[in-house]
C-alpha cells in the first residue's frame, strides 16, 4: 500500500487576468490540467477534466486500463462540451495525473499525461523529469532539430501536438514508477517550468519538506520570475510504501537510473486513429496572447500606418495657389512646407498678383489650399475673370498658358 502526503497551489501569474489551470488533490488521485481556449473556455476545459477524471477513479488499485479509460473519459465530456456550446468551441487542456495502480499484485504509482503539463520525480536529491511534453518544441529537440537550450526560450514552445478535449479520441501517455519511501513527486502546468530552471525547482523541493510549503514557495518564485502564465504546483510526498527500502537502495546504487525511471511507459493504442496520422496541432493558451499581441501590434502599425499616410496627405496631397516672383503659381505641398515635405511647384501662371482684383490679393500672398489641382486651376480662372468682371483688364489676358507645368 501506498501512502500519500500532498500540497498544492495555484497562481494566474503577474500577465493573465485569468487562471485556467486546475488542480484536485482527491485521497491518492492528484490531478493538473493546463485549459485553453477563448474567454471562459479553458477554465471550463480545465475544471472538466479534473472533475471527470477524477470521478472516473474509484479504486486506489487502478488497472493501467481504467486509467487510460479515465483520462479518455474527461477527453471525451470536454470535446462533447466544447461541440454543445459555440462560446467554448476549441477549447482544450493538458491533463497530468498521479494515483496508486495495482500492476501484476504490486503497487505502483501511475502519471497519465496529455500535453505539457509536467510530472517530475525527486528521488534522493535528485530531479528527474518523468513526462515528455507533447509540445511541437519537444518534438524538434527530440528530432535534433533543436537543442535543451534553444527549446528554453523557443517562442512555438507552447504549440501542443497532443491536448485533452479537442478531438473525440486522445492519446495517453501512462508512466509507472516502482515508490520508495521519501520519493517526492511533483506536478506542474507549464507556468512554472518556463519561470524556473530544474535547479531552482530542485533546490526549494530539498530545503522545503512540508509539502504545501513547498508548492507555495515555487509558485512564489515563478510568479516573481515574471509570472508570463498562470502556475499550478502540486507535490506528493511518499509517505508510505510497500517496496522493500535495502532492496530499492541496492537497486539505486547498482542502476540509480532504472530505479528512477520510469519503469514501464505505456502509450495508449488507438484504434481509431492511423498510426501515421500526424498528431493534432493545438495552439496552448499562450498563443492566445500571442495571437491577441499579434493583432494589438497589427492594429498598432495600422494605426501608426494609417496617421503617418494622413499626415503625408495632409503634407503632399493637398494644393495651394500664392504667388512666386509675383506670378500666381499652383504648388502641391502645404504653405510653407509640412512635416519635412517642401511644396512643389505644379504649374506657374503668365498672369501675376496684378491681374488679381485688390481685394484678393492677400489671400493669394498668404496662400489658399484645395485638395484637387482642378480646384486650385479653377480658383485661378476664377480670380482672373473676377478681376475682368470688374472692368480690369488682366495684363497678360493674351497669354492663357502657364509658363511652367511639372506634374508630381
Ligand atoms: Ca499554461
Redesign the pocket.
Known sequence: MIRFVSGGATDVGAVRSEN??SFVIANATIVVA?GMGGHQGGEVASALAVQTFTGKITSENASVEELINAAKSANRAVFEKAQTDPSLRGMGTTLTTLGTLEVDGENRVGIAHIGDSRAYLMRDGDLQQLTRDHSLVEEMVRTGQLSEKEAEGHPKRNILTRALGVEPDVEVDVVQVLPLRGDRFLLC???LVRELTDDQIASVLRRLSDPTEAARDLVKRAKEAGGA??ITVVIVDVADTDVDPEAAARSAQSAPLTTVAPIVNTPSTDSSVPPNKPAPTQA???PLVTVRVVLFLVVLVGVIGGALWLAYSYATRSYFVTTTDNHITIYKGRPGGALGFQPKVTKTYTYTLDDVAPARQDQVKMGKTFTTRAEAEAYVQRLVDEKVRLGITPTTVATLQPVTTTTT
Do not use: V
Open positions: 485556467q489551470d493546463d502546468s507549464d507556468g502564465d498562470n496552448h493558451s499562450t
